[in-house]
């Protein structure tokens, strides 16, 4: 199984992971190079991130029979948000669909089986950020504005895939929770994804 713990930043991801997946963990991982300028080389850059992670997360499956991800490989979500909230480009995120969509097909990147996603409002990410001094939280500001467009993306992902996205971290772990007969490199999920969340926001 591939869990995916998703959440804006002080949402309660690592202290979830720290305390119940210990020996499955993908952890998050930025790359030691900064990306290109040019937007087609960029998502790709992004995209092959994304792609190393889910090869981490395959491996620690085979490993300890289940792998947790802190955020999802899949990081599709992101350029959306920033899109949203007005900080992204559409360029920036339809390019990033072509390079993941290119992924997914090769079998790089793939739909983990089950999605636990905690979006607390933004009063309660400060109050948590604050008695969290020990932690640097880089971009802060802006990461807590997109918790909205992660719920929409979400949203979007359980009607696509029902009964994948869990709302909120369980208190008792993994447990029973996840549902792993559905097939990871979906192409047509993937693109009936992309399609309902333009469908919904087609002002954009």
């Known amino acids: 199984m591939i869990i995916v713990v998703e959440g804006p930043s002080a949402s309660g991801k690592t202290t979830w992971i720290q305390t119940h997946a210990l020996d499955g963990v993908v952890a998050e991982s930025a790359p030691v190079v900064d990306p290109p300028e040019e937007a087609s080389a960029a998502a790709r850059f992004w995209a092959e991130n994304g792609a190393r992670r889910w090869e981490h997360a395959i491996a620690t499956e085979q490993r300890a029979g289940v792998a947790v991800c802190d955020t999802d490989p899949l990081k599709l979500h992101y350029s959306w948000s920033l899109w949203r909230i007005g900080a992204g480009s559409s360029q920036v995120f339809r390019r990033q669909v ?107």
């Open 98 to 204: 072509d390079a993941y969509r290119e992924m997914m097909g090769g079998h790089r990147v793939g739909f983990s089986d089950a999605y636990f996603v905690s979006i607390p409002d933004p009063e309660e990410l400060e109050l948590r950020r604050t008695g969290d001094p020990g932690r640097r939280r880089r971009n802060f500001a802006l990461h807590a504005r997109l918790g909205e467009p992660l719920r929409e993306w979400y949203a979007a992902l359980e009607e696509v895939r029902p009964g994948s996205v869990c709302w909120g971290f369980p208190d008792k772990g993994v447990g029973q929770q996840v549902d792993s007969g559905r097939p990871r490199y979906d192409v047509e999920a993937y693109d009936a994804l992309i399609g309902l969340v333009f469908t919904r926001h087609a002002g954009l």
